[in-house]
């Protein structure tokens, strides 16, 4: 079974500057999450989708961050302008039921 | 309150020691609890899922929930260099919001 892709996988961008992840789930799994993890701290979900809908976006910085799930499969994060305090880990996850499982993540650095 | 805390550490252990690593949940709806291993620069991965209170075992890992007094715990025996990682253990009740610990660093020295 293949696992949650995502990329890229490293991205270096200046502060102000715009940035888009892609995330492509398991197979079947209809709940997908976007999480950001700072350094040295447990993952804070973004947004959380059940097939095409958001089920929770509490947490996004709506300002300058944007999700989407086209057809209810991939998924991709925007963040429009990027800030120095923007600089994390972005993990995507995916779940059937209770069972959760995370891509690589994709590292953004800001300058 | 966070719905999940755990002791960040860092943890240091010996080759072949047991390890315990623990969380405590405030949340008493909770039935459902995970143990991730997050290498350096990798996404968590699934270590152990349990549902509502008891023992679960895996080879060296056994996953431990005590819902009386909300307590999660997860020990390595014969513990491996290769199981230097962070550790998060995270809860649910009904599988929409999981709620993740900070992480516990792991080191076992050779």
């Known amino acids: 079974e293949a696992g949650v892709a995502q990329s890229p996988r490293y991205k270096i961008i200046e502060k102000r500057q715009s940035v888009a992840f892609w995330c492509n789930p398991i197979s079947g799994h209809a709940t997908l999450y976007w999480y950001q993890q700072i350094l040295g701290q447990g993952p804070k979900l973004l947004i959380q989708f059940q097939n095409n809908g958001v089920v929770d976006d509490s947490q996004l910085p709506k300002d300058r961050f944007s999700a989407e799930r086209l057809k209810g499969v991939d998924s991709t994060l925007k963040i429009q302008p990027a800030k120095l305090e923007d600089s994390a880990v972005y993990l995507c996850a995916s779940s059937l039921v209770y069972e959760q499982f995370f891509g690589p993540g994709t590292r953004l650095t800001v300058l | 309150q966070k719905e999940v805390e755990q002791d960040p550490g860092p943890l240091s252990v010996p080759e072949g020691a047991i390890v315990s690593l623990n969380c405590t949940y405030s949340?008493?709806?909770?039935?459902?609890f995970m143990w991730y291993r997050q290498y350096s620069r990798k996404g968590p991965e699934l270590l152990m899922y349990?549902?509502?209170?008891g023992n679960k075992e895996d080879g060296r890992f056994t996953a431990q929930v005590d819902k009386s007094s909300k307590y999660i715990s997860l020990f390595i025996r014969d513990s491996q260099p290769s199981d230097s990682a962070t550790y998060l253990c995270a809860s649910t009740n009904t599988g929409n919001q999981f709620y993740f610990g900070t992480g516990t660093s792991l080191t076992v020295i050779p």
């Open positions: 949340n008493s709806a909770f039935q459902y």
């Open positions: 349990t549902y509502s209170s």
